[in-house]
């Protein structure tokens, strides 16, 4: 099995840009979709991206998704940083059967 | 819109088995475009996936745990179950179950999380 790092924790100020970033420890970061959940304070995860870069209904645009293969990484970009977005990331993958979490980034928005 | 609710108790013996039950409403448990997941939280801490059930009864569990994991699920209330025996301290955590995606494994629904510790 594979694991996923991210970095502890990241802050940033109101209307900035942060990245969070979530590195596939061994195979293809390309080969399993990854999803990002949001976990605000107190609450359940809720899916901000899925299948690497894709938005579901409802969750704006100012999220967005990526990989680079060349650091078998995928990414999630928060623009326009609003104080309603601190809470916990977490990436997601899988490998056939298993499903396979990162331990989740402590997102501060000051 | 499905929902799931947790249920059980909160406090569980040293080396005693806990155990926790998941009521699926808003959607069928029989579904075969879904599997019916739980995943726990140690406060503090991240996600770990334990491991998931299909309406088939065919199980897949994490291997860190597997050795002490049982999931089941009864069609007929609308509902599964998560045993995991044994436990210690360090199986002290906000257990959520969740509906995961049969063709992509991704968790679409969560329930609110219960938090079990164990401690004599």
């Known amino acids: 099995n594979f694991m996923l790092t991210q970095p502890h924790s990241v802050s940033e100020s109101p209307g900035k840009t942060v990245t969070i970033s979530c590195t596939r420890s061994?195979?293809?970061?390309?080969?399993?979709?990854v999803q990002w959940y949001q976990q605000r304070p107190g609450s359940s995860p809720t899916i901000v991206i899925y299948e690497d870069n894709q938005r579901p209904f409802g969750v704006p645009d100012r999220f967005s998704g990526s990989i680079d293969s060349s650091f078998n990484s995928a990414s999630l970009t928060i623009s326009g940083l609003k104080t309603e977005d601190e809470g916990d990331y977490h990436c997601q993958s899988y490998d056939s059967n298993n499903v396979v979490f990162g331990g989740g980034t402590k997102l501060t928005v000051l | 819109q499905v929902q799931l609710q947790e249920s059980g108790p909160g406090l569980v013996k040293p080396s005693q088995t806990l155990s926790l039950t998941c009521s699926v409403s808003g959607g069928s448990i029989s579904s075969g475009d879904f599997l019916w997941s739980w995943i726990r939280q140690p406060p503090g801490k991240g996600l770990e996936w334990i491991g998931h059930?299909?309406?088939?009864?065919?199980?897949y569990y994490n291997p860190s745990l597997k050795s002490r994991v049982t999931i089941s699920i009864e069609t007929s209330k609308s509902q599964f179950s998560l045993k995991l025996s044994s436990v210690t301290a360090a199986d002290s955590a906000v257990y959520y179950c969740a509906r995961v995606g049969a063709t992509l494994p991704l968790l679409d629904s969560w329930g609110q999380g219960t938090l079990v510790t164990v401690s004599s």
């Open positions: 061994s195979g293809s970061i390309a080969s399993n979709y």
């Open positions: 059930i299909y309406y088939s009864e065919n199980t």
